[in-house]
């Protein structure tokens, strides 16, 4: 990482801050491809759009809507990321976790990351809800670089990047709810190609449940910084390597599978959230 970026993110939070309108958010949230609508659900919503703030990076993804809604969930004070910035967009690491090292620096104390995701395992279904309880990363390190103090020492700790504290509650919430969680690995890669069937069989190979594009590094960012990650996959399409030969990954039908797994997880979150 550039070590200009302390002065993006300074001048990030400033701008942020001015638009927040007293608002002082104590939890972030990211919303994946197709998962925005849970932003609906947050009452008294402040809209951001990225693009009101200058030199912030844009968000281009279908599904994405790039905008920041801050308001009140679960009784909670939250700054919700209704898209969010992808490496194959183009974007230099340092600007693909720009978002959540700003929403750090005007104060959240927990981040949920959520994402729509292939499911490499098996036993993973079109609509699951998947926890993820580790990750495997073959995205760049957004930490390469010089270190910058403020944001977190050199070698940050990632024995525990998804908190054993959160995962045990959504478990508890979800037993509530009677919603069924999986649980399992997440694979980060690049994008934006869908990977091919050698792919997914690899990724299982090694251990990985589901992969998708995005996440990780906005995990690394907040564990370097100390702040405690809850993590859920959608699971979108069975990446089972043994498709029919007129198979075909489709962006969109990615956003259809995402919306309609929302409600179950904005009720999870919401609940999660009221606990926290």
């Known amino acids: ?9 300074q001048m990030g939070a ?5 638009r927040l309108e007293g608002h002082k958010p ?3 949230i990211v919303l994946g491809s197709g998962l925005g609508s849970l932003a609906d659900s947050i009452k008294n919503p402040l809209i951001i759009p990225y693009s009101s703030l200058p030199g912030f990076p844009i968000s281009t993804a279908v599904g994405h809507k790039g905008n920041f809604i801050v308001g009140d969930l679960g009784g909670k004070c939250v700054i919700a990321m209704q898209g969010r910035i992808h490496y194959y967009e183009g974007y230099g690491m340092n600007l693909v976790v720009l978002p959540i090292r700003v929403m750090i620096a ?3 104390q927990k981040l949920i990351v959520s994402n729509a995701a292939g499911g490499v395992g098996f036993h993973l279904h079109l609509g699951d809800l998947m926890i993820i309880k580790d ?5 760049p390190n957004p930490l390469i670089g010089p270190n910058i103090d403020e944001f977190g020492p050199r070698f940050p700790d990632m024995t525990r990047p998804y908190d054993p ?4 509650l959504a478990k508890e919430e979800a037993r ?3 919603i069924q969680l999986q649980e399992g690995v997440y694979v980060g890669g690049t994008g934006p190609s869908y990977e091919t069937p050698a792919e997914y069989k690899y990724f299982r190979t090694i251990g990985g449940d589901a992969v998708g594009m995005s996440t990780i590094p906005e995990v690394i960012v907040a564990r370097h910084a100390g702040v405690p990650v809850f993590g859920i996959s959608v699971i979108t399409n069975e990446a089972h390597d043994d498709y029919a030969e007129d198979f075909v990954n489709d962006g969109n039908d990615v956003v ?15 609940n999660m959230i009221e606990r926290m």
């Open 14 to 18: 400033e701008l942020l801050k001015e």
């Open 135 to 139: 990750h495997i990363n073959l995205l």
């Open 165 to 168: 504290a959160l995962i045990r």
């Open 106 to 108: 005007v104060g959240i």
């Open 1 to 9: 990482m550039n070590p200009n970026s302390i002065i993006s993110v």
């Open 176 to 178: 509530k709810l009677g």
């Open 256 to 270: 259809v599978a995402a919306n309609a797994a929302a409600d179950k997880m904005t009720k999870l979150i919401s």
């Open 26 to 28: 104590e939890l972030g």
